[in-house]
């Protein structure tokens, strides 16, 4: 989350923010963005502009990831985020934000010894057999080294920079301000401001090494009984807030030459076995590995893999589970009002005035599901169209859908660039058929009535202390109605102009009047053509404003 400096900036950092926000201002003009911070009142930001043509709509996706690579490693991270958020970003630039890779030159040798030594408290002979000096992968945070404990263990240890906090906490109030400017002038529909703050608490969460060992502690509980996948240990006596120690997965990652010369048989079981794995994630333990692309999955032949990367996790709770289950049903059973509810109880929020559209787009999405059979559904397809439907309508969805949305649809291009005539719902229906019946647990429904009664109850409880402090605000004449309109600030800012063109007109005038009278009524003093000289500065001055004023109106193309 923000901190209070990065809400409360002080006179310095605004003006080394302002700085920095002048260069993002000329690469984001340089790769043909200009035309925005014009039509949204952000020129002052460029030290010169010259009008360029918009991108073409096709070309967008491109040009913000060659831009948010040019800004450096933030702000790739930071698209790596909005490629998570179907709901805020349309899908081309989605496609062209997924290719941002967070690479970065390597740190020094002899930083990463003091990183380590600091952390661990030894010298780094006495803590490693051996400790390779050349990185397995550097990123903006930290880097990845292979190394060997005494005793003869295969380690990798990720190391972060030391200079990536504070780097960070000035590019997350360099962010903050930016998305404060967009805030004031552009509406976008959504908060520039929220998505920072999201930002800035996934970014923190990156920071602390000690909540990725947690992940893949959990990951290693959840499959732990697998003889298909393999979760690393974590060393905990070599690993810190800024030190990850963890067994070495040996073997090719899914994009290396060697699982592309599998055969297809081999290529179908590695398929099932990685098709599976997130189904057990999604479906059964409700805890998902956010980041399942190609590099993060290790092949160990035959039906067996490791997975690599635990930094970005997604969690559902018991009752999503359980109402995707009766979301999934109720499709089937063309129960239209129960697929609302069903959204509503995930927390899917819509407006009242949106309830019509809402109704129309799921008849329109699943309609042709209505009446099927279990047997004649596909429900990666169904969960694909559900999720089309809240982002078509711009519907807000909690943030744990959306990593386990981002999981799935990376998962469904890994599957299908290994064998793309898997049937993932064949695998799926046993999962499937697990969670229905487990609605029907007398067990679990108990369990369910008393969640519920425990939380009517917190709700019946607080309803009379809300009902009280309304009343004393009525009665204290201390209630307040907010009212925020919206599409004005064109409005506001066109009347600006024209008021600011009339002042300038008149002043013009008013000059020229001026300097005419004074030349026609002084009478001493030099003199041209019977006309005192004294009437040429008020001359000069309207002609320069009126020409002034002529030349504004030309530029703005509406002569």
Not at 392 to 398: A, D, K
């Amino acid at each position: 989350m923000l901190s209070a400096r990065a809400r409360h900036l002080g006179l310095l950092t605004r003006i080394r923010n302002l700085e920095r926000m002048r260069e993002i201002a000329t690469v984001a003009a340089k790769h043909g963005f200009g035309y925005l911070l014009e039509h949204h009142h952000l020129l002052s930001l460029l030290p010169r502009f010259r009008r360029g043509r918009p991108v073409p709509s096709g070309q967008r996706g491109r040009h913000i990831r060659e831009m948010l690579e040019e800004l450096g490693p933030t702000f790739v991270k930071f698209g790596q985020l909005l490629a998570t958020r179907p709901d805020v970003v349309p899908a081309d630039i989605i496609e062209e934000l997924v290719k941002l890779e967070d690479q970065v030159a390597p740190l020094p040798f002899t930083v990463v010894r003091e990183v380590v030594e600091g952390e661990l408290g030894h010298t780094l002979p006495r803590l490693f057999e051996d400790f390779e000096a050349t990185p397995l992968a550097a990123a903006s945070i930290g880097q990845v080294h292979a190394a060997v404990l005494p005793g003869g263990e295969q380690v990798v240890v990720k190391v972060q920079r030391p200079e990536a906090p504070s780097q960070i906490r000035k590019d997350l109030e360099l962010l903050y301000e930016f998305a404060q400017l967009v805030e004031e002038r552009w509406e976008t529909g959504v908060s520039p401001t929220g998505l920072v703050e999201e930002f800035a608490r996934s970014i923190n969460r990156e920071l602390d090494y000690r909540l990725e060992a947690r992940n893949i502690a959990r990951f290693r509980a959840n499959f732990r009984d697998s003889d298909t996948v393999f979760i690393p240990r974590v060393y905990e006596r070599y690993s810190t807030t800024r030190l990850l120690t963890m067994q070495r997965v040996i073997g090719p990652t899914l994009n290396s030459p060697e699982v592309a010369a599998l055969n297809v048989s081999e290529r179908k079981l590695l398929a099932e076995t990685i098709a599976s794995c997130w189904l057990k994630q999604i479906l059964k333990d409700g805890f998902v590995h956010a980041d399942p692309h190609p590099g993060n999955i290790v092949y160990l032949g035959g039906k067996r893999i490791g997975l690599l990367d635990f930094g970005m996790a997604g969690s559902l709770r018991r009752d999503d589970l359980e109402e995707g289950v009766r979301l999934f049903l109720r499709v089937m059973q063309a129960d239209v009002q129960g697929i609302k509810r069903s959204l509503r109880r995930l927390g899917v929020v819509w407006s009242p005035s949106h309830d019509e559209a809402v109704t129309q787009t799921i008849e329109e999405a699943l309609g042709r599901y209505f009446g099927a059979s279990l047997r004649d559904i596909d429900a990666r397809i169904v969960i694909r169209q559900v999720f089309d439907v809240i982002y078509s309508l711009h519907l807000r969805l909690p943030s744990r859908f959306l990593l386990v949305d981002k999981a799935v649809v990376t998962l469904e291009g890994v599957v299908a660039q290994l064998y793309p005539d898997l049937n993932i719902f064949e695998l799926a229906r046993d999962y499937a058929r697990e969670l229905r019946l487990a609605l029907a647990d007398p067990r679990r429904m108990a369990d369910r009535a008393q969640r519920m009664l425990a939380q009517y109850t917190q709700v019946l409880s607080e309803y009379p202390v809300q009902v009280h402090e309304l009343l004393e605000d009525l009665r204290m004449g201390e209630l307040e109605i907010r009212y925020r309109h919206t599409g004005l600030e064109d409005v506001i800012h066109r009347l600006d102009i024209i008021a600011n063109r009339v002042v300038v007109a008149l002043i013009s005038i008013a000059l020229g009047a001026t300097g005419t009278a004074v030349a026609i009524l002084v009478d001493k003093g030099p003199q041209v053509g019977g006309l005192s000289v004294w009437g040429l500065p008020g001359f000069a001055g309207s002609l320069f404003f009126g020409a002034w004023l002529v030349y504004a109106i030309i530029r703005s193309g509406r002569l």
